[in-house]
């Protein structure tokens, strides 16, 4: 086990990971696919690898799921959906091929059902490809890809990612037998180049949250579902600022006790081509959260609460001064959770700091401030790594507006390589970090200006996930 791999977040058990795909739960077993080249800690040769858990923290590996059908003249099996129909799941999932049925203008949709009732095998039926372009007729549909299907009263309904007329997009097509599908129209279209992975969550009254990944943050705009199309948005909202160097590529579902729930991928982007040790695994997850609406159309998120089981030893501060000199706490850990509760008035108009990963020669160290006069928090990564080559950019993002005088949450995971930060559970940053020095494990606070008064803070260290292989 190397120092850089989370212990409590999800990682393949070796070689390269990106996507999570196709989540689902079905008599209490949650199911977990990803996209993975199962030889190689680099993209390529994209399997579906396959996990499964009973509480979203603890997983076992299984054999793959999906595997490049190269007699059918399939080379990648891109990202897709899980859809459970009655005792049968089938995944939809995107295939890319050879020559012309490249990623760009030959991509086609294919289905695989289970072909026993251990959810442990799949087939790709000869009915396959589902979904070519042709559907599309002379209307100039490029790179084509990342289904995700759901029911309606009247029958399925499927959106596809991709680029209309230069412009990202989701285009949305109907089914009644989840076999024979047509194309309805364009369901909403943006600004951005390419929009990968869209994802939807469905709320009362025709109300629904549109996720996209567009090459960059991953967005949500939330809105009215009227006529097949996303109407009326009444958000526009970042899911994450951490980017291609923290979260990209989210998907989600609804479990069976209704909580809908969004998992993204965290790219090891920052580790740069030039690393310094050699790893046989790339990529993790981000923590399961829980997305719910708010009446205003943002979202909130929070880590599933599963994760606090994994909560040790307990560090409690209360009523703690910290000044703008930096003051160590007592944890030295490279894996545990943070939350911090202050008053906004007790902070006035200073930032507060919190190190992690902090060496006591104080030559690294990760920094997350959140500042409420520009209104802005930063995971500050100059100092995170001795190694000159790792990508050291601040990740940023801007808070929610403050709800009169709401005290302010600030929520830290740390996990050896991976940081993730939520504020009153609506801005929530994802960045990876790649310290050096052994003893780079300490947590300091200290104040941009002079002393202020924070409510509470407390900190877990935290045990590491079962995560095995079958
Ligand atoms: N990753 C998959 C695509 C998707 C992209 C390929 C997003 O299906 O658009 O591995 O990271």
Redesign the pocket.
């Known amino acids: 086990m190397d120092r850089y791999r989370p212990r409590y977040h999800f990682t393949a058990p070796r070689n390269w990971m990106?996507?999570p795909n196709g989540p689902f739960q079905l008599n209490g077993e949650y199911h977990l696919f990803y996209?993975h080249n199962p030889s190689k800690p680099e993209?390529g040769d994209?399997h579906w690898g396959h996990a499964v858990s009973r509480d979203l923290v603890n997983w076992t590996h299984l054999p793959y799921g999906l595997a490049p059908s190269h007699e059918r003249g399939e080379i990648h099996c891109?990202?897709g959906c899980a859809v459970v129909d009655g005792d049968e799941v089938k995944l939809f999932y995107?295939s890319i091929g050879e020559g012309d049925r490249n990623a760009t203008t030959g991509a086609e949709q294919w289905m695989a059902h289970s072909s026993g009732r251990d959810l442990r095998s799949w087939h790709k039926p000869d009915i396959n490809p589902v979904l070519t372009l042709n559907l599309h007729g002379e209307t100039y549909v490029q790179d084509w890809?990342?289904p995700y299907v759901w029911k309606e009263t009247d029958g399925w309904r499927m959106i596809l990612?991709g680029i209309y007329e230069g412009k990202g997009v989701a285009m949305i097509y109907k089914s009644e037998d989840l076999e024979n599908w047509s194309f309805i129209g364009v369901f909403h279209q943006g600004e951005e180049h390419i929009w990968?992975?869209p994802h939807l969550f469905r709320f009362e009254e025709d109300k629904a949250v549109l996720f996209y990944?567009p090459s960059g943050q991953v967005r949500y705009m939330t809105g009215t579902i009227n006529g097949d199309k996303l109407t009326d948005v009444q958000m526009h909202g970042t899911v994450d600022f951490g980017g291609m160097q923290g979260y990209?590529?989210s998907t989600g579902f609804v479990d069976e006790a209704g909580r809908r729930i969004l998992l993204g991928w965290s790219p090891e982007e920052a580790r740069g081509k030039d690393f310094l040790v050699n790893l046989d695994w790339a990529g993790a997850l981000a923590l399961p959260r829980v997305v719910q609406l708010k009446p205003n159309g943002a979202i909130a998120m929070s880590p599933v609460p599963e994760i606090e089981r994994l909560r040790g030893s307990h560090h409690m501060f209360q009523q703690l001064r910290v000044s703008s000199t930096k003051v160590d706490t007592d944890l030295h850990s490279t894996s545990f959770e943070c939350l911090l509760e202050m008053d906004r008035d007790a902070l006035g108009v200073q930032a507060i700091i919190v190190s992690l990963f902090a060496s006591p020669c104080g030559r690294e160290h990760t920094d997350v401030r959140l500042d409420l006069v520009s209104n802005k928090v930063t995971i500050d990564r100059s100092s995170s790594s001795l190694f000159p080559d790792v990508n050291k950019t601040p990740v940023e993002g801007n808070l929610p507006q403050a709800e009169g005088s709401e005290p302010v949450k600030l929520r830290i995971f740390a996990d050896q390589s991976m940081i993730e930060v939520f504020v009153n559970d609506e801005t929530c940053l994802t960045a990876r970090v790649y310290p050096t020095l052994e003893e780079s494990n300490g947590l300091a606070l200290q104040t941009s200006l002079s002393e202020a008064v924070i409510s509470s803070m407390q900190a877990w260290e935290m045990k590491a996930a079962d995560i095995r292989e079958e």
Do not use: H
Request: negative net charge; proline residues 0%; contains cysteine.
């Open positions: 990106n996507d996209q993209w994209i891109y990202s995107t890809r990342d990612g990968e992975c990944s990209y590529a």
